[in-house]
T-cell receptor
C-alpha cells in the first residue's frame, strides 16, 4: 500500500514569492492533516480536513496561508507571500477516520531566503 | 493545558542499554497516546500507542508505561540498537477535538 505522498521534497524560494505544496493521502483515508514542523520541534497542526471540508483551520495563518482539498482526495497548501519565518518542514498526514492514528508523508522542506 | 512536555531533549545510550523517554500532559480529556519515530528527512512514523485504560503496552522491544493519576507516560526501548537512533515524539490525542498535540521530541543516539 502506498503511503502519503508529498511533493516537492525540497523548495527554496525568495521571500515575498508564492509557494505551493501538494499531498496525496493514502487511498480511502477521509481525514487529512497539514502540519508545520520547525527545526527541533514537534509537528503543529495547521488544518484538518474531513473529506473536502476544512473542519479545523484555527491554527492556519489565513492572511497568507490557504489550503484546499478538491474532491476530498489530494490537497494543496499555499503560502502567498512567503516570509523568512515560514522556513520549516510542512507535513501532510492522513487517517481512515477521526479516531485512528495518522500516517505521515515525508514532508516538504521549505527554505525562504 | 494543551501542552505535552517531553524529556529529555537528547539521549545517548550504549548498544544493548535501555532508553527511557518521558512525557507529561495536563488535559485529562486526552484519550489516546501514540509515540512516533522520525528519521532524518522522513516523516514521523507511528511506533506504538496506548489508551488510558491500560497501564502498560509492549510491542517487541518497545514498551509504553502509562500513569493516569500522574498524567505521565513513558517509552522504554529495551536492548537499544544503533538503528534505533532517531527522534522520538510523544503525542496526545483528544477525541473530542480530533487534535494531536505533540511533544518537542527526543533525539536518541545509540552508540555501537
Amino acid at each position: 500500500e502506498a503511503g502519503v505522498v508529498q511533493s516537492p521534497r525540497y523548495k527554496i524560494i525568495e521571500k515575498k514569492q508564492p509557494v505551493a505544496f501538494w499531498c496525496n493521502p493514502i487511498s480511502g483515508h477521509n481525514t487529512l492533516y497539514w502540519y508545520l514542523q520547525n527545526l527541533g520541534q514537534g509537528p503543529e497542526l495547521l488544518i484538518r480536513y474531513e473529506n473536502e471540508e476544512a473542519v479545523d483551520d484555527s491554527q492556519l495563518p489565513k492572511d497568507r496561508f490557504s489550503a484546499e482539498r478538491l474532491k476530498g482526495v489530494d490537497s494543496t497548501l499555499k503560502i502567498q507571500p512567503a516570509e523568512l519565518g515560514d522556513s520549516a518542514v510542512y507535513l501532510c498526514a492522513s487517517s481512515p477516520d477521526l479516531n485512528t492514528e495518522a500516517f505521515f508523508g515525508q514532508g516538504t522542506r521549505l527554505t525562504v531566503v | 493545558q494543551q501542552q505535552v512536555k517531553q524529556s529529555p531533549q537528547s539521549l545517548i545510550v550504549q548498544k544493548g542499554g535501555i532508553s527511557i523517554i518521558n512525557c507529561a500532559y495536563e488535559n485529562t480529556a486526552f484519550d489516546y497516546f501514540p509515540w512516533y519515530q522520525q528519521f532524518p528527512g522522513k516523516g514521523p512514523a507511528l511506533l506504538i500507542a496506548i489508551r488510558p485504560d491500560v497501564s502498560e503496552k509492549k510491542e517487541g522491544r518497545f514498551t509504553i508505561s502509562f500513569n493516569k493519576s500522574a498524567k505521565q507516560f513513558s517509552l522504554h526501548i529495551m536492548d537499544s540498537q544503533p538503528g534505533d537512533s532517531a527522534t522520538y515524539f510523544c503525542a496526545a490525542f483528544h477525541s473530542g477535538t480530533y487534535k494531536y498535540i505533540f511533544g518537542t521530541g527526543t533525539r536518541l543516539k545509540v552508540l555501537a
